[in-house]
Every structure is written in C-alpha cells, then in structure tokens.
C-alpha cells in the first residue's frame, strides 16, 4: 500500500473526515468548511457517504485538501471528526497513523483512547451547545457550525471567510447568521484556548483556485441541457439522478418563461414510472423537441422495450444514467461504473447505443449538449453514462466555457418548403445519401410528410414487412449507422510517451488514474494512459489498443464490463488486457491502481526470470 506522508509535509495535503447522522443538518457545516478552503485559493475536494434513508443512519463526508488539484479519494484519514457514537470505532480505526481524532467531549469515551498513535481531542460541544443557545433542533444543527470553528482554528482557516460564506448563507435571516456566527467562534475560541494552534497539519493560501467553481455533475449535466435547447423532462425519481430534473426545473423557472406573456416555454413530467418516462420523452423527440430522462441502473432495465423502439424507429432520445451500485436495488447512494454493458446493448434483438462517458462536472455540461446533438444526427437514443461520485460530489472544476456562435445540429430533418420539393413520395427509411441516415419529418408539417412509426418489422419505404430480405435492408443499414457514428463521437483522450504499457479507463476513475500515474511515474514506472470518451470506439482507440502489448483496464465493477467491451468490439487479443477494477461502492483512489500495475509488473517480471 502508499505511504503516509509525515506530519510535516501535510500543508494542504490532507484528508478530513467527518463522521455524522443523517438528517442533523451537518452538510451545511461540512460545505462551509470545504468552501473556505477554496476561498483561501485552496483546491479542495468533497465526497458525500450518505445512506439511502431520509434520517437516523450513519453519514460521513470527506474533504481532501490537496495543493496538487488531485479529484479522486486519497485513500488515507488525517483528521476524523466523529460525531456518531454509533460509528466510533470504525471511526478511530480508520485514522492514519499520526492524525488527529476531534470528538464531543460532553460525555466520557474511553474506548477513543486505545489508540496511541493518533491524537485525541476532545470538545464539549453538546454542553457549550446547550448553555448557549435555545432549542433542541437548533443546538443539533449549530454543534455542528461548531466544530467547523474548532477546525478552523486547528488548521488555521480564514475565520473572516467563513463569516462571509455564512453571511452568504443567510443574508436574509440575520437571526440564523448570528447564531450560526456564534456557534463558528464559541469553536473557534475553544479550540485556541485548550490545544496548540494551528496543527502541524493546516491550510495557507494558494492562488490555485482562479476560474474555477466548486459544482455537481448533475447540475452541470442539467445546465448543458438547458444550453442544448431541451425543453422536455421526464423522469421518474431515483437516486442518484433526481437531482438531474431538480435543477433544470430550477432553471426552466428562471430561463424558460417567456418574459411578454409569463408562459412556461418548458414541459417536466413526473411519470409514473420509468418507462412511462422513456415513453414521454420518445413522444417529444418524435414531435420536434429535444427530449430528456435522467435515471440510473434499475431505470434502464424497465425502459428497455422502449428504448429498443426509438432505437428501430429511430427516434432521438437523450438519457443520463447517473450509475450507482448494483445489481437489483443494491445500494442506491454508492457509485460504480456497473451499466456499461446493460446501456451499450439496451433492449432485446440486435441493438447498440451510443454511450458518452463523462470524467467530470465540465464534461457532464458539454457532453449534454454532444448527446442531443448525436441523438438527432444519428436519430438514436444516446446515453450520457455519469455515475453518483461524478454527478452528486462536489467538484472543483473550471470555469464552464460556452460559445454564443453554437447551432443545435437537428440532424436531417426536411423543412415544408423541402418535402414539397420532393420528386417522389417521402420514403422514411430510404438511405438517400449513402450515409445510413434517413431523413425524417415532423409531424404537422406537410401531409406528403406523413408516414407510419412502427416498432414492427418495415422495409426501408417504411411500410410493413415480414419479409426476410427487406427486413435485413434495414436492419443492415442500422449497423452501418452505428459504425459511422464512431467519426461522430468524442475522441478518447490520450497521452503517449512511447511506452509499451498504459492504463485504459472511462468515466469517474480518470482522477484516480492520473494521480496514480504520478506515483507510479516517481517510482520509475512509466505509463501511457488512453481515458475512452465514447461508445462506439473509434480507430483513434483501435490504434492505442493495437500499439500497447500491456493494458491496464482501470473500471469500477466486478464483472470487467470496459474490458469486455472492448474485446467484443475491437480486435484487441483479450491476453493484452489486465483487469484492475474497485466496486466497493466507494470512489476508486490511486492506491487500487498503483498497487493493482505494480503487482502485475512484478508477476511479469518474476516470469520472465523463470522462463
């Protein structure tokens, strides 16, 4: 395993955990603490471990402070604040050794003190918390204000930061901002009164965190559809992609009503289920709008029959499946990378989607915008396959970029003045231009325009075939679409340095990849690194495959879902590939990959001595 750094060398290098109860408000404090950081200039990180119930269970968060701007989980525990008696001893044992423990004093815990490798400090925050202020819910939710104080003073936060962030908070509600004030100083002054401030392990300002903005990946995704000219929703709530629909409804509200006449330029639906959902934004597409639903992994499974329709009709459909842990309900407030293969080939007989896999928040906005795009040039559905570690963290990212020259491309799609143009009658399916892409019309349009959908079998003039060799005109021409889609999708990132081995991920695992290669790369371990942008691959990742004897395939499942894919649909030799793959529910961090290449190399190389 790596390393902990010493004591001295954690200057904005550092891991806090907090440990909570679901529904006590700690998130407020928990933000607080990560948006001061990154007021100071700081790069900062938050991972949110929530469970799947409203409130009572254990909750955890983590922020990891790091001068370098790394985004996935260190892997280790600096300072922890245990707040959840329920939890202390997991609490205590995931300390690293040297780090720091913060608990509520007001009642005796002797089992805190087992170990003698970490330091124990203890607060009263219950009883300062009581003698000061009114209300069983209030002290609840400002003990934890609290200990933001306590830390800030340990780690020498901007205490002047943190009032501003809360005069943010509560501009309007000058009650709440001074006691929440209160609370934050009450810590604060404790903390410089009774332990030595600042800890060797503390924060000093950086200038690292310019045009950026701290962001979600389901926010962002929400803010791209807007940008792309969706004006349809629907959806059936599910975690981790609820908040997907939350925000472009917040942003409908703000953007989409018309100013002149206060009507809402915008559709949200709450379906009743997932596939009346699908059904809904399919209907939309058909009609002209671009259409959306966000849902996750048990969503996909209900709307397959759907999907294979809009797929054989080709109806554009937009859908974000924000992935979270399987199978069956597994644990729907933990991440994975499990629906790869589910997404890639949805539905029954011979389909394959095309699949965006963003890295990031910034992705998730520009990725939206690519899906609508791509869903109506290649009349398909597409999915934008996020996952909950990218879509409900938060996330440093930069600045969004948006150019006011971008034209939606609505794909072949005949105007009036064109089909009454037309010489013969409008044939739906007829591949016209030799690039397996039909032209389509909207209803309500031109009669000439008119034509039947069906999801049953139809010949390429678009009418009803049992036949065997008009069915497969069609069906033919559907793969072809599917290969010309591969010049359309995203471009896989790639690094090269010449090297004969590299590291090949999607998605969420890129942070962890790229500090992995860093440490790997200060160990004299060299790595190319290819991060796949899309489904279907094209010859850019068909050549990196075929120019690395060694691959390391780097996902988060059990089952080797990447790596699969790969070997189906490229012509890689499955013996070049190697699995490193994390499903605990938990981000990936660089110790899974770093141990993951050094273990394979040295078995390597304790073959080639053998041989």
Known sequence: MLQSADAQDRINDFVIKLANVNG???????????KSMFRMGIPVMGKNYFPSNIQGLPTWYEVRVTRDGYVARSGRIDIMVAMNAETYARDVREVDAGGYLLYDSSWPRPTLLKRDDITILGVPLARMCNETFKGVRARILLKNIMYSGVLAALLEIDLDVMRALLAESY?????????????????????REHFQCPLPIRVTPMDRTAN???????TAAALGCLYAGATVGAWYPITPSTSVMDAFKGFCQKWRVDPATGKNNYLIVQAEDELSAIGAVIGASWNGARAFTPTSGPGISLMNEFIGLAYYAEIPAVLFDIQRVGPSTGM????????????????????????????????CFHMAINAFDLAERLQTPVFVMSDLDIGMNDWMCPVLEWDD??????????????????PTKFHRYLDLDEDAIPYRTLPGVHPKGAYFTRGSGHNQYGGYTEDAADYQVVLDRLKRKFERAKSLVPKAVIETSG????????????????????????????LDYMRICAFPFGQDVEKFLATHPLLFVVEQNRDAQLRSLLTLETAVEK???????????????????????????GSASRARSAI
């Not at 006590?24 to 990560?34: F, I, V």
């Not at 013996?575 to 190399?601: F, K, M, N, T, W």
């Open 332 to 363: 729907p407030t933990r991440t994975q990378q499990g629906d790869i293969m589910a997404a890639a080939y949805a539905s029954h007989g011979d389909t394959r989607h095309v699949l965006l896999f963003p890295a990031n928040p910034e992705e």
């Open 405 to 422: 020259s971008y034209q939606p491309d609505r794909g072949k799609v005949l105007t009036k003045e064109q089909i009454e143009q037309l």
């Open 24 to 34: 006590t408000g700690s998130a407020s404090a928990n933000t607080l603490l990560m």
């Open 499 to 526: 090297n004969q081995a590299a590291i090949v991920s999607i998605g969420s695992s890129d942070g962890a990849v790229r500090e992995a290669l860093h440490l790997l790369n200060a160990r004299g371990v060299s």
């Open 212 to 218: 950026h903005i701290l962001i979600d990946g389901n």
């Open 575 to 601: 013996h070049q590939l190697r699995s490193i793959l994390h499903y605990s529910g938990l981000p990936i961090s660089s110790s899974c990959i770093v141990d993951g290449v050094l273990a394979e190399l």
């Open 171 to 191: 501009a309007s509600k000058k009650a709440l901002l001074d006691s929440n004030v209160q609370a934050l100083e009450i810590g604060y002054n404790y903390a």
